[in-house]
Protein backbone atom coordinates (compact mmCIF):
# COMPACT_ATOMS: atom_id res chain seq x y z
CA UNK A 1 0.00 0.00 0.00
CA UNK A 2 1.05 3.64 -0.57
CA UNK A 3 2.48 5.54 2.07
CA UNK A 4 3.58 9.22 2.32
CA UNK A 5 6.17 10.40 5.21
CA UNK A 6 6.77 14.17 6.24
CA UNK A 7 8.92 15.65 8.95
CA UNK A 8 9.54 17.20 11.15
CA UNK A 9 6.24 16.94 12.78
CA UNK A 10 7.39 20.39 14.40
CA UNK A 11 10.10 22.65 14.06
CA UNK A 12 10.85 26.08 15.73
CA UNK A 13 13.19 28.54 13.95
CA UNK A 14 14.73 31.37 14.30
CA UNK A 15 14.39 34.00 11.65
CA UNK A 16 16.88 34.27 8.96
CA UNK A 17 17.77 30.83 9.35
CA UNK A 18 18.01 28.11 6.92
CA UNK A 19 14.39 25.40 6.60
CA UNK A 20 14.36 22.01 5.31
CA UNK A 21 11.38 19.75 5.35
CA UNK A 22 11.36 16.24 3.49
CA UNK A 23 8.50 14.31 1.89
CA UNK A 24 8.81 11.00 0.68
CA UNK A 25 6.09 8.69 -0.59
CA UNK A 26 6.19 4.82 -0.73
CA UNK A 27 4.68 2.01 -2.50
CA UNK A 28 3.87 4.03 -5.51
CA UNK A 29 5.87 5.38 -8.60
CA UNK A 30 5.63 8.68 -10.33
CA UNK A 31 3.34 10.47 -7.99
CA UNK A 32 1.98 14.16 -8.67
CA UNK A 33 3.60 15.69 -5.38
CA UNK A 34 2.26 18.62 -3.63
CA UNK A 35 3.27 21.17 -0.60
CA UNK A 36 0.30 23.28 0.78
CA UNK A 37 0.35 25.22 3.51
CA UNK A 38 -2.32 26.32 5.67
CA UNK A 39 -2.40 29.52 7.81
CA UNK A 40 -4.22 28.66 11.11
CA UNK A 41 -8.08 28.00 10.99
CA UNK A 42 -7.50 28.25 7.54
CA UNK A 43 -8.00 26.69 3.75
CA UNK A 44 -4.79 25.14 1.88
CA UNK A 45 -2.60 27.43 -0.28
CA UNK A 46 -0.95 25.45 -2.98
CA UNK A 47 2.90 26.43 -2.87
CA UNK A 48 4.26 24.16 -5.37
CA UNK A 49 3.53 21.17 -7.25
CA UNK A 50 5.62 18.41 -9.13
CA UNK A 51 4.88 15.98 -12.10
CA UNK A 52 8.48 14.35 -12.20
CA UNK A 53 11.89 14.57 -10.93
CA UNK A 54 13.47 18.16 -11.48
CA UNK A 55 10.02 19.45 -12.38
CA UNK A 56 8.61 21.87 -10.48
CA UNK A 57 6.04 24.11 -10.25
CA UNK A 58 5.73 27.11 -8.30
CA UNK A 59 1.93 28.79 -7.32
CA UNK A 60 3.05 31.63 -5.21
CA UNK A 61 6.22 33.80 -5.45
CA UNK A 62 7.70 33.71 -1.87
CA UNK A 63 10.76 32.82 0.10
CA UNK A 64 10.38 29.54 -0.23
CA UNK A 65 11.46 27.16 -3.22
CA UNK A 66 11.13 23.29 -4.03
CA UNK A 67 12.90 20.39 -5.44
CA UNK A 68 12.15 17.04 -6.43
CA UNK A 69 15.52 14.87 -6.52
CA UNK A 70 14.27 11.60 -6.71
CA UNK A 71 10.90 10.45 -7.77
CA UNK A 72 9.24 9.57 -4.82
CA UNK A 73 11.32 12.96 -2.42
CA UNK A 74 10.28 16.34 -2.40
CA UNK A 75 11.71 19.05 -0.15
CA UNK A 76 10.88 22.32 0.78
CA UNK A 77 13.63 24.71 1.51
CA UNK A 78 14.03 28.40 2.33
CA UNK A 79 17.73 30.04 2.80
CA UNK A 80 16.29 32.69 5.31
CA UNK A 81 12.90 32.62 7.14
CA UNK A 82 10.81 34.75 7.29
CA UNK A 83 7.85 35.55 10.37
CA UNK A 84 5.86 35.13 7.51
CA UNK A 85 6.94 31.65 6.95
CA UNK A 86 5.32 30.59 10.17
CA UNK A 87 2.66 27.88 9.19
CA UNK A 88 1.37 24.65 9.28
CA UNK A 89 3.13 22.68 5.63
CA UNK A 90 1.56 19.49 4.41
CA UNK A 91 3.32 17.39 1.52
CA UNK A 92 0.38 15.20 -0.36
CA UNK A 93 0.67 12.98 -3.41
CA UNK A 94 -1.94 11.46 -6.07
CA UNK A 95 -1.22 9.07 -8.94
CA UNK A 96 -1.58 10.05 -12.38
CA UNK A 97 -5.11 8.98 -12.64
CA UNK A 98 -7.17 12.39 -11.62
CA UNK A 99 -10.19 10.47 -10.05
CA UNK A 100 -8.22 10.24 -7.21
CA UNK A 101 -7.72 11.97 -3.96
CA UNK A 102 -5.00 13.57 -2.88
CA UNK A 103 -3.33 11.40 -0.05
CA UNK A 104 -1.32 14.00 2.52
CA UNK A 105 1.44 13.44 4.89
CA UNK A 106 0.72 14.46 8.49
CA UNK A 107 2.12 17.93 8.43
CA UNK A 108 4.93 19.93 9.93
CA UNK A 109 3.72 23.02 12.04
CA UNK A 110 6.49 25.64 11.59
CA UNK A 111 7.20 28.30 14.29
CA UNK A 112 9.76 31.21 13.05
CA UNK A 113 10.97 33.49 16.34
CA UNK B 1 -8.09 33.23 -4.53
CA UNK B 2 -10.04 30.47 -3.50
CA UNK B 3 -12.55 27.97 -5.35
CA UNK B 4 -14.36 26.52 -3.05
CA UNK B 5 -16.20 28.71 -0.28
CA UNK B 6 -18.07 26.36 2.69
CA UNK B 7 -20.82 27.26 4.58
CA UNK B 8 -21.07 27.38 7.63
CA UNK B 9 -17.73 28.22 8.54
CA UNK B 10 -18.47 26.03 12.25
CA UNK B 11 -21.53 24.22 13.22
CA UNK B 12 -22.00 22.72 16.98
CA UNK B 13 -24.64 19.20 16.73
CA UNK B 14 -25.74 16.60 18.96
CA UNK B 15 -24.31 13.04 19.01
CA UNK B 16 -26.70 11.30 16.37
CA UNK B 17 -27.74 14.48 14.33
CA UNK B 18 -27.09 15.06 11.05
CA UNK B 19 -24.42 17.71 9.89
CA UNK B 20 -25.19 19.76 6.41
CA UNK B 21 -22.20 21.80 4.88
CA UNK B 22 -22.25 23.32 1.43
CA UNK B 23 -19.74 24.36 -0.71
CA UNK B 24 -19.84 27.11 -3.66
CA UNK B 25 -17.35 27.16 -6.48
CA UNK B 26 -17.02 29.36 -9.42
CA UNK B 27 -15.54 27.81 -12.36
CA UNK B 28 -16.10 24.52 -14.39
CA UNK B 29 -14.79 21.29 -12.25
CA UNK B 30 -13.35 17.68 -13.57
CA UNK B 31 -15.09 17.05 -9.89
CA UNK B 32 -14.97 18.04 -6.43
CA UNK B 33 -13.44 16.10 -3.16
CA UNK B 34 -14.37 16.36 0.38
CA UNK B 35 -11.91 16.15 2.67
CA UNK B 36 -11.40 15.69 6.66
CA UNK B 37 -8.66 17.46 8.94
CA UNK B 38 -8.40 16.62 13.03
CA UNK B 39 -7.26 19.56 14.72
CA UNK B 40 -3.06 19.46 13.85
CA UNK B 41 -3.08 16.64 11.81
CA UNK B 42 -2.98 15.94 8.01
CA UNK B 43 -6.05 15.93 5.60
CA UNK B 44 -7.90 12.59 4.86
CA UNK B 45 -9.91 12.22 1.62
CA UNK B 46 -13.49 11.08 2.02
CA UNK B 47 -14.90 11.05 -1.07
CA UNK B 48 -14.67 12.61 -4.97
CA UNK B 49 -17.78 13.30 -7.05
CA UNK B 50 -17.06 13.65 -10.64
CA UNK B 51 -18.71 16.48 -12.65
CA UNK B 52 -21.29 14.24 -13.99
CA UNK B 53 -22.13 12.63 -11.48
CA UNK B 54 -25.43 14.11 -9.02
CA UNK B 55 -25.09 12.27 -6.05
CA UNK B 56 -22.61 9.75 -3.92
CA UNK B 57 -22.78 7.52 -0.96
CA UNK B 58 -20.06 6.49 0.85
CA UNK B 59 -20.73 4.95 4.97
CA UNK B 60 -22.70 8.07 6.50
CA UNK B 61 -21.50 10.59 4.08
CA UNK B 62 -23.52 11.52 1.39
CA UNK B 63 -22.79 14.06 -1.26
CA UNK B 64 -24.52 16.38 -3.55
CA UNK B 65 -23.10 18.30 -6.61
CA UNK B 66 -25.23 20.48 -8.41
CA UNK B 67 -23.39 22.26 -11.56
CA UNK B 68 -25.67 24.45 -12.58
CA UNK B 69 -25.54 25.95 -9.48
CA UNK B 70 -21.42 25.32 -8.92
CA UNK B 71 -22.32 23.98 -5.27
CA UNK B 72 -22.33 20.73 -3.81
CA UNK B 73 -23.15 19.84 -0.14
CA UNK B 74 -21.78 16.95 2.30
CA UNK B 75 -24.10 15.50 5.03
CA UNK B 76 -23.03 13.44 7.60
CA UNK B 77 -25.53 11.46 9.15
CA UNK B 78 -26.21 9.95 12.83
CA UNK B 79 -23.25 11.93 13.19
CA UNK B 80 -20.48 10.63 16.25
CA UNK B 81 -18.59 12.44 18.56
CA UNK B 82 -15.64 11.00 16.51
CA UNK B 83 -16.70 13.26 13.65
CA UNK B 84 -15.69 16.04 15.64
CA UNK B 85 -12.90 18.08 12.50
CA UNK B 86 -12.86 20.35 9.54
CA UNK B 87 -14.33 19.63 6.99
CA UNK B 88 -13.19 21.20 3.35
CA UNK B 89 -14.09 20.51 -0.24
CA UNK B 90 -11.21 20.74 -2.74
CA UNK B 91 -11.96 21.23 -6.45
CA UNK B 92 -10.42 19.95 -9.30
CA UNK B 93 -10.24 22.14 -12.67
CA UNK B 94 -9.06 21.94 -16.10
CA UNK B 95 -8.75 25.45 -15.68
CA UNK B 96 -6.17 25.30 -12.60
CA UNK B 97 -4.37 22.89 -14.24
CA UNK B 98 -5.90 19.94 -12.46
CA UNK B 99 -4.89 20.86 -8.80
CA UNK B 100 -6.65 20.67 -6.07
CA UNK B 101 -8.24 24.15 -4.99
CA UNK B 102 -9.33 24.05 -1.42
CA UNK B 103 -12.19 26.08 0.54
CA UNK B 104 -11.85 27.52 4.20
CA UNK B 105 -13.57 24.83 5.64
CA UNK B 106 -16.35 24.05 8.03
CA UNK B 107 -15.76 23.38 11.59
CA UNK B 108 -17.81 20.72 12.74
CA UNK B 109 -18.32 20.20 16.53
CA UNK B 110 -20.40 16.87 17.88
CA UNK B 111 -21.16 17.04 21.90
CA UNK B 112 -21.62 13.78 23.16
Known amino acids: SQTIHQWPATLVQPVGSPLSLECTVE??????LYWYRQAAGRGLQLLFYSVGIGQISSEVPQNLSASRPQDRQFILSSKKLLLSDSGFYLCAWRPLNLDYGYTFGSGTRLTVV | SQQGEEDPQALSIQEGENATMNCSYKTSINNLQWYRQNSGRGLVHLILIRSNEREKHSGRLRVTLDTSKKSSSLLITASRAADTASYFC????????????FGGGTRVLVKP
Open chain 2, 90 to 101: ATDAWAAGNKLT
Open chain 1, 27 to 32: GTSNPN
